[in-house]
């Protein structure tokens, strides 16, 4: 099929909404995506004729939404990848997924003096957690330098891994857009003795997933980005690994048994599941992936490739010296999420602007503070491109940025 | 929907251009530093506290044109004054800034904010009154600091 941005525009109600009568221009889906209404269909149907509570209830009704909600976790699994689904784990969002990786796996496996490989283009929910384990546990991180262009600089990675324990990377960064060679890191990973943890939020929703062609260890996403409903984070883990770590919340849905003197865990995923999820949304994440899925994960990417080919020529021809684009400049390396700095004028500012033209972006450290200091910014503007966004959006973007030097 | 010229007035500009005061203090000035965790906005505010009166204040650090010119004119407001009076145009100023319709403390209409009222226009943009009050509540921590 072709990929027409037209049609699938018509998929997303929001973007036809006029703000102060004016059209839209939503460049913040690195932040969030919009959803398009089978989505909205789904998560509205169900709430009038399927909700119910899941594993638990022996009525029909109760059945049924279980049915609902395991089918998410089946196409996630299919989407992704995965050997089995029992390795999908929901939880509240990608950040809560890697504090269960990073505490459950980490407390059971880390002990005083083991390392962590991390990078300087990590997301703080990939780095908080670990500062948590070095307070807790007194273990050391280790960091993988950048590039002058953004991209990992892997010149020493051999030498970095040695008697690393884990190796926490993002997928594609948040900031610079720069896609990381993850299947070559995982190799690496391995071949020091590591596990190797994704964090793939930036990347599931923007290109094809195949967690085995990786062989990553473990991977977090977040439905929120990838045209599903918030409040559901994935952790996708290898099934022997998940069986051999401790729980990390405790509570209902979570065990097999409760004594006064103790308990017993249930099987995975159940195991690091405790209490209510979020039902409906998780119910009607199946309709985004399935959104996805019949639009071609690799359109998508072809999409992406394209608008990110135009959207730097548009701003390096019309701006010449005066933006400065983080990270690589070649589209095949990157997604479409362009952090930048403009005529010395503050992101802040500068967002501020873009907002009387409904051009919405992203100003501030985008939950990576030291990867800006690296760039030496405390803030940057940061316009994201998703499969709705078009062309004209770059140059809706691009026309906003002229009229902001009007008035700084 | 409030227009960029209530809020980019040319005063402000001004300020953020040119700011006054800005720079450093040696001890036995103190200072304190200011984050909006938001943006990334930095600030630190020194002060010369002689006498119960402000002597001197700078403040140094980056952020929006909101939050440097709201620090600096908050310094040519607040230097050479008391420090009870510098508390009480602190006060006024966080007035104006709020859109907060419970409270009902009164105003004091014997202090004249003076170009300071040129900032009202933030108020119209809630997200950007953070940034406006940085440097003023980084000022009542430097004031915290010199009574220690």
């Known amino acids: 099929m072709t990929f027409d941005v037209a049609t699938i525009r018509k998929d997303f109600p929001v973007l036809h909404r006029l703000v102060n009568d004016k059209p839209l221009v939503y460049l913040d889906s690195a932040n969030t995506s919009q959803k398009p209404q089978v989505v909205i269909d789904a998560l509205s149907t169900f709430m009038e004729t399927g909700y119910a509570p899941i594993n638990r209830s022996a009525y029909q009704l109760a059945a049924e939404a279980t049915d609902a909600f395991e089918a998410t976790r089946s196409a996630l699994a299919t989407f992704i990848n995965a050997p089995k689904a029992n390795e999908v784990v929901f939880t509240k969002n990608a950040t809560e997924a890697l504090n269960l990786v ?268 030291p990867l800006m200091r690296i760039l030496g910014a405390n803030a940057t503007v940061r316009a994201s491109f998703y499969l709705y966004n078009t062309t004209q959006e770059a140059d809706a973007l691009a026309d906003a940025l002229d009229s902001a030097s009007d008035i700084f | 929907m409030a227009g960029l010229e209530d809020l980019y007035r040319e005063i402000i500009l001004d300020h953020y251009r040119t700011p006054r005061n800005r720079g450093e203090l040696e001890a036995p000035a103190v200072s304190a530093e200011g984050h909006n965790p938001l943006c990334g906005d930095e600030i630190r505010i020194f002060i010369d506290v002689k006498d119960g009166l402000v002597s001197e204040v700078r403040f140094n650090g980056s952020g929006c044109s909101i939050s440097q010119s709201s620090a600096s004119m908050m310094t040519t407001a607040v230097k050479g004054k008391p420090v009870d009076q510098v508390r009480a145009i602190v006060k006024r100023f966080k007035q104006m800034m709020t859109i907060d319709e419970d409270d009902n403390s009164a105003i004091d209409e014997s202090i004249n904010l003076g170009d300071l009222e040129a900032l009202q226009g933030v108020v119209k943009f809630p997200v950007r009154i953070k940034c406006a009050t940085l440097g003023w509540n980084t000022l009542l921590d430097a004031l915290a600091e010199s009574g220690k």
């Not at chain 1, 957690?129 to 953004?150: F, K, N, Y």
């Not at chain 1, 990786?214 to 439905?223: I, P």
């Not at chain 1, 995923?269 to 039902?279: C, H, L, Q, S």
Request: proline fraction near 5%; charge should be negative; aromatic fraction near 6%.
């Open chain 1, 102 to 369: 990073i505490m459950s796996w980490g407390r059971a496996n880390l002990k005083a003096g083991d390392a962590v490989l991390l990078t300087h283009m990590e997301h703080h929910a990939n780095i908080v957690p670990w500062h948590m384990l070095v307070a807790e546990r007194g273990i050391q991180l280790r960091w993988v330098p950048l590039t002058s262009d953004g991209q990992l600089d892997l010149t020493n990675l051999d030498e970095l891994l040695k008697d690393v324990k884990a190796f926490s990377f993002t997928s594609m960064s948040n900031v610079l857009g720069t896609i990381n060679p993850v299947q070559r890191l995982c190799v690496a990973a391995h071949k020091a003795g590591a596990i190797a943890i994704v964090d793939a939020c930036q990347s599931v929703p923007h290109q094809p997933t195949d967690v085995q062609a990786w062989g990553a260890d473990f991977a977090v996403f977040s439905s929120h980005k990838m045209c599903g409903p918030s409040g559901v984070g994935v952790l996708w883990g290898r099934e022997s690994l998940l069986e051999a770590m401790p729980p990390y919340l405790g509570g209902g849905n979570m065990i097999a048994d409760v004594r006064l003197d103790g308990f017993t865990t249930a099987e995975v995923p159940a195991k690091f599941e405790a209490g209510t999820p979020a039902i409906a949304e998780i119910v009607a994440l199946k309709s985004a992936v399935k959104y996805l899925t019949d639009l071609g994960m690799n359109n998508i990417r072809q999409h992406e490739i394209e608008l990110s080919t135009y959207v730097l020529n548009t701003l390096t021809s019309r701006f010449g010296d005066d933006i400065t684009i983080h990270g690589p400049t070649n589209p095949e390396l990157r997604g479409a999420t362009f952090s930048f700095a403009f005529r010395g004028i503050h992101p802040h500012d500068l967002s501020q602007v873009l907002d009387q033209t409904n051009v919405c972006v992203r100003a501030g450290h985008h939950c990576a503070k």
